[in-house]
């Protein structure tokens, strides 16, 4: 194969393995796996407790909506850690393009 054409096939190839998903989507979707799965099911499930409306309220101010619901719980605790704020856009990416509402069904 002629170097032109290997760079050809590559791109081809690197488009055809694009998804729609975009990295954060992503990123809160092994963040889900990790962080609530245990407590609230797989993604599926989990994403479809809100619709994408409540999901924005609930990660609304810092995430405080989310925060409360766990005051409490033995989650607690990682929700009041500073790491959850890096992590919170991410799982809201998530949640928000499978809510109950979105018509999106993750595979997890
Ligand atoms: C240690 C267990 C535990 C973990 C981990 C956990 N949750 Fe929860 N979650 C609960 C409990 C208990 C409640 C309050 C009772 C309920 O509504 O189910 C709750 C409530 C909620 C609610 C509100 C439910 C409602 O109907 O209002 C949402 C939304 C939610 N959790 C999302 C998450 C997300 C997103 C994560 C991961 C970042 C997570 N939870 C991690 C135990 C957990």
Not at 48 to 75: R, Y
Request: hydrophobic share 35%; net charge neutral.
């Amino acid at each position: 194969m002629k170097p032109f054409t290997a760079m050809v096939a590559l791109s081809i190839g690197a488009a055809l393995s694009l998804t729609p998903l975009s990295a954060d989507v992503l990123k809160g979707q092994k963040l889900y796996l990790k962080s609530c799965k245990k407590c609230h099911g797989n993604g599926t499930k989990g994403a479809a407790m809100k619709t994408q409306d409540e999901w924005e309220t609930l990660f609304e101010g810092s995430a405080s909506g989310l925060i409360e619901a766990h005051k409490g719980d033995s989650s607690e605790p990682f929700f009041k850690n500073k790491q959850f704020q890096e992590i919170a856009p991410h799982l809201r990416d998530f949640l928000y393009e499978y809510a109950a509402d979105s018509g999106n069904v993750p595979s997890c």
